[in-house]
T-cell receptor
Framework: QKEVEQNSGPLSVPEGAIASLNCTYS??????FFWYRQYSGKSPELIMF????GDKEDGRFTAQLNKASQYVSLLIRDSQPSDSATYLC?????????FGTGTKLQVIP | GAGVSQTPSNKVTEKGKYVELRCDPI?????LYWYRQSLGQGPEFLIY????????DSGLPNDRFFAVRPEGSVSTLKIQRTERGDSAVYLC????????????FGPGTRLTVL
């Protein structure tokens, strides 16, 4: 079993819709949870982090964490073509994180 | 500079050669990480420094790989006797000790071993 699992996609959504990206993890002791956006040919860019159960909102992005289900998700409201990228989920403790393989998101104009 | 910098941006070498990849973290960041990313995969952890010492090198694939951070700032990843399978993008990230693992990545070095 992979430590951090994501559906590779592509996930296609129309412009203006909500994109929902999901991630599960295996280590129940994980403390920190991150979402990175990676454009093709570029390095990952941190867009959200969450440490506690529940929701965390930042602009059009909402991260959701459910430690009991070992599940973290990212919602992108009012999706734009510029949101088209690969979204990497990263999970870890206080020193090291493990990345998933990423979900490719395509926002169709 | 404001962000993490890495040099060179591209490195082409021949099988069996030695290469060094350099990372200059964000000023003041005590934690520094090296990752390797292959096409279609997420970043794969290699090694983590806290200050000058390697706090976790469990991701280094074998003894051909070595990394140093002698003054607690710039780090160099060294690969001996390169193999074609070492071809990948090598990413460096840094983090402030008081921000739990919020890592900021450099642009990466694309290594191609012919």
């Amino acid at each position: 079993q992979k430590e951090v699992e994501q559906n590779s996609g592509p996930l296609s959504v129309p412009e203006g819709a909500i994109a929902s990206l999901n991630c599960t993890y295996s280590d129940r002791g994980s403390q920190s949870f991150f979402w990175y956006r990676q454009y093709s040919g570029k390095s990952p860019e941190l867009i959200m982090f969450i440490y506690s159960n529940g929701d965390k909102e930042d602009g059009r992005f909402t991260a959701q964490l459910n430690k009991a289900s070992q599940y973290v998700s990212l919602l992108i409201r009012d999706s734009q073509p510029s949101d088209s990228a690969t979204y990497l989920c990263a999970v870890g403790g206080y020193q090291k994180v493990t990345f998933g393989t990423g979900t490719k998101l395509q926002v169709i104009p | 500079g404001a962000g993490v910098s890495q040099t060179p941006s591209n490195k082409v070498t021949e099988k069996g050669k030695y290469v060094e990849l350099r990372c200059d973290p964000i000023s003041g960041h005590t934690a520094l990480y090296w990752y390797r990313q292959s096409l279609g995969q997420g970043p794969e952890f290699l090694i983590y420094f806290q200050g000058t010492g390697a706090a976790d090198d469990s991701g280094l694939p074998n003894d051909r790989f070595f990394a140093v951070r002698p003054e607690g700032s710039v780090s160099t990843l060294k690969i001996q006797r390169t193999e074609r399978g070492d071809s990948a993008v090598y990413l460096c990230a840094s983090s402030s000790h008081d921000r739990n693992n919020e890592q900021f990545f450099g642009p990466g070095t694309r290594l191609t071993v012919l």
